[in-house]
């Protein structure tokens, strides 16, 4: 039960994470994204996006990522588990 | 934090100095689009200083500009310290040489600061600090910096963004002005977050040091060029910058409506509307310098104050609070009010 009840509250914090994460960009179908995601394989990746991201970490979840986190992070799960380790 | 709560000292005016030369970042930015570069950074141009001229020139211009408009002798000067990344020379310091270049008395009280972007905030402490007791009547400080003599022109982390500019900032011992008050921190774990990687006597000069190398896209440089992580410094940036100036508002018991300025260090603008937003200040309260000088290191909030701010600060009493963030990691805030001050036109040569 316990466990079950945890891998629900996992489920929907990385389906909300992913939500923010594709409100960073001007123009992608967050359909096109999910937490297998390697987003900065895609077109639409920026600098600017990676700022923004960093800002909307900052911002949703009151958690500092530096550019190390950004770049040793693969897909979005990747700096999801980074986010959610440092939430107070 | 380290508070700070100082007493009897006032600024009395501010001078700026910039080399005339003009880069545009609408014809040399040449990593993709140049408009929309300029559209999230804020940054179209650059003041950069030839060869020959050092941040003490523009520092020492912009304090005899205000000396003379503020009618003070040289010889009362009796403090001077100089906050940059930029001296002179390795040794001596640069602040020796300014006091004799100023023309100012062998009874000076002279000091060099190694510090960027929060430089003006931290040496505003240490001269205001100083001259508190009434032993020391009047102090320059002057601050400055010309970062784009080691930004690789190959480097788009730093090439476009930095320009230079020397300061001068004249304060005066008075028994009848409201405290300064200064919220300051450190962070040395992000000390590699903006480095300069040789030169110093970590890691000496060598022939290592002047080999070009690729990092990633449209970044070449060696290891005399200047290093920025540009994401870490604006996670730094816009978790701490507001952070401080909340802290130092509690600590001064006001609110953000009672300040008329807030001057932040000027690093680029999406970093700074997002410092501005998360305050949630008024933007007619946040001036920018953004468009012509970029950023200026630790000059560029005297800069910000002579080029947005300087009709204000002549013809009327301002409460203001300025608030340094960068190299080091390093930051801090300041409150503090000025009255009528003098402060010359922006200089440029």
Redesign the interface.
């Known amino acids: 039960m316990t466990l079950y009840h945890s891998l629900n509250i996992n489920e929907m914090e990385i389906t909300e994470f992913i939500k923010h994460f594709a409100e960073q960009f001007d123009e992608i179908d967050s359909s096109k994204l999910n937490q297998e995601t390697r987003f900065k394989e895609l077109t639409e990746w920026s600098s600017l996006v990676a700022l923004s991201i960093i800002a909307m970490v900052d911002e949703e979840y009151d958690v500092r990522i530096k550019g190390d986190d950004i770049r040793n992070s693969t897909t979005i799960f990747d700096l999801f588990e980074i986010v959610k380790s440092r939430v107070k | 934090m380290a508070y700070l709560r100082i007493n009897n000292v006032a600024i009395k005016g501010v001078s700026a100095c910039v080399p005339k030369t003009i880069r545009e970042n609408r014809d040399s930015y040449k990593w993709g689009n140049s408009e929309?570069f300029i559209n999230?950074t804020g940054i179209e141009r650059l003041h950069i200083t030839d060869k020959l001229t050092c941040t003490s020139d523009l520092c020492i211009i912009a304090a005899e500009r205000l000396l003379d408009e503020l009618n003070w002798e040289r010889d009362e000067i009796n403090a001077i310290i100089f906050v940059t990344q930029t001296p002179d020379y390795v040794l001596p310091a640069t602040s020796n040489i300014i006091q004799s270049k100023l023309g100012l008395s062998q009874d000076c009280y002279a000091l060099d600061i190694s510090l960027g972007c929060s430089g003006w905030v931290y040496a505003l402490s240490a001269i205001s600090g100083l001259m508190q007791n009434g032993t020391i009547k009047k102090g320059l400080l002057l601050s400055g910096d010309t970062i784009s003599k080691f930004c690789a022109s190959e480097d788009k982390s730093t090439f476009p963004l930095f320009g230079d500019a020397g300061t001068a900032t004249a304060l005066e011992y008075c028994e009848d002005v409201n405290p300064m008050c200064f919220c300051m921190h450190s962070d040395g774990d992000g000390f590699e977050t903006i480095i300069i990687r040789d030169g110093g006597y970590r890691n000496q000069t060598s022939q290592l040091s002047f080999a070009d190398k690729t990092y990633g896209n449209g970044i070449i440089r060696n290891r005399l060029n200047l290093e920025l992580?540009?994401?870490?410094v604006?996670?730094?940036g816009?978790?701490k910058a507001p952070k401080v100036v909340k802290e130092l508002l509690g600590k001064i018991e006001k609110n953000e409506s009672d300040i008329d300025f807030f001057i932040f260090h000027q690093a680029n603008l999406?970093?700074n509307e997002?410092i501005r937003e998360?305050l949630k200040l008024k933007p007619e309260c946040v001036p920018y310098s953004l468009k012509d000088f970029g950023n200026t290191s630790c000059a560029s909030i005297p800069l910000t104050l002579v080029n947005c701010c300087r009709e204000r600060l002549k013809s009327s009493s301002l409460k203001n609070i300025g608030c340094g963030f960068g190299v080091g990691l390093s930051w801090g805030a300041v409150y503090f009010e000025t009255s009528n001050i003098k402060c010359p036109e922006l200089i440029e040569i």
Not at chain 2, 229 to 232: L, W
């Open positions: 929309s999230s992580d540009g994401m870490s604006f996670s730094f816009i978790s999406f970093m997002k998360k």
